[in-house]
């Protein structure tokens, strides 16, 4: 029943960082509009990159250097972290994008966020999932409750605010982890860099491959529609998301399940996931234009839920080839569609706009289907 527990409260925590991000962009483009919520997402998306390039695959490498040496397991921790913190200088970039106060809260956020993320792998490997979910918790109340208080929207303003969410979220997480009680030692060595090569490389593949179609957004449009983008593609993946939570209660024993019984839940989850997605995408339809206003075509949303669909026919799949380890096959399948997304992104904004971004994610889908079910890279 513990162990039932644990996993539903991971699960909710999982997908809670996606709702609360969804939820904060609907209600900051409803009340500032969509050019000054669209400044605000262009800042962090420039963070959470800064953030990704430093942070790069420590989570999976730590996670199972904790299981290998349990008696170190805070002195491998601080020597990632204060390693990987030689890399906070990267986040200077930041000054060629924004004036000098912008900037200034750019980094403080950057610093915060390496900071509370380098907390993930002690957070798996002690199972404090409920703690972690409260701190999301209390930085998404700080950050929503802030829209419907402030009146004026001013960029500066809100990443203080965001810098003060993290604190907090980092504050509860130490107090509860208990810092104080381990003993204090670390290496700064290079090693850390080059054992999360493959976590960095894997982690960055599966990346592009998802999200190079937003920063493409962020760097070639206007800003109104940077936030239009955004909130509809977070809310589709919030919707592909969902295939995952259904094969939630199999994924433990999918690893020593007949192909037979596997069949029979790759059939449940295409049956699936038609009149899941649909559904869906109308409900999103309904919020995002009655809510955000955000004017998108319909054929916006047809294809963001065509896009949507892939994932519930090859997702088992991708477990499948964890499991008789060919995470090198995955790797590469992630970097060719990678390539594709960036190539077929930037071609299809320049002759379609907005469009052409969500055409390139379902495209790309479909050729990750095709990698998975005809096996195209063994």
Known sequence: MNRLLLIGINTIRGFSGPVFNFL???????????????????????VFLVVFIISWGNKDYLVRKYSAQPSKI?????????????????????????????????????????????????VIYHQKFGYQFVAELLAFGIILSSIFYVENFDLQTFLKLYCFAFFVKFLCLVTNLKFWKEKFSYKISVNEFKATFWFFMLGLSGWVASKADLYIVNFTMPKAQISQYQIAITAFLLIQSLSYLIILPFTKHLYRL??????????ILALTSFPLVSVCTVILWLVLENIA?????????????????????????????YKNKKESSILKIN??????????????????????????VFINQCSFLCFYKFKLIK
């Not at 955000?294 to 080839?321: C, E, R, T």
Request: glycine share 6%; hydrophobic share 60%; with cysteine.
């Open 74 to 122: 805070y002195h491998a921790f601080y020597s990632n972290f204060f390693s990987r913190s030689l890399l906070l200088p990267l986040a200077l970039l930041l000054f060629l994008f924004f004036p000098f106060s912008i900037a200034i809260w750019c980094i403080i956020l950057v610093i915060l966020m390496h900071s509370y993320n380098a907390l993930e792998s002690l």
């Open 24 to 46: 904060i962009a609907l209600f900051g483009i409803k009340f500032f509009g969509k050019e000054d919520w669209g400044a605000m997402i262009y800042a962090l998306l420039l």
């Open 258 to 267: 007949p192909e037979k019984s596997i069949a029979k839940i790759k059939k």
């Open 293 to 321: 206003n955000s004017n998108l075509p319909v054929n916006f949303y047809v294809f963001g839920g065509l896009a949507s669909i892939p994932i519930y026919f090859f997702i088992i799949d991708i477990i499948m080839y």
């Open 335 to 360: 970097f060719i569609n990678a390539l594709l997304n960036i190539v077929l992104t930037y071609l299809l904004i320049q002759k379609i706009g907005i469009m052409g971004a969500i055409i390139s």
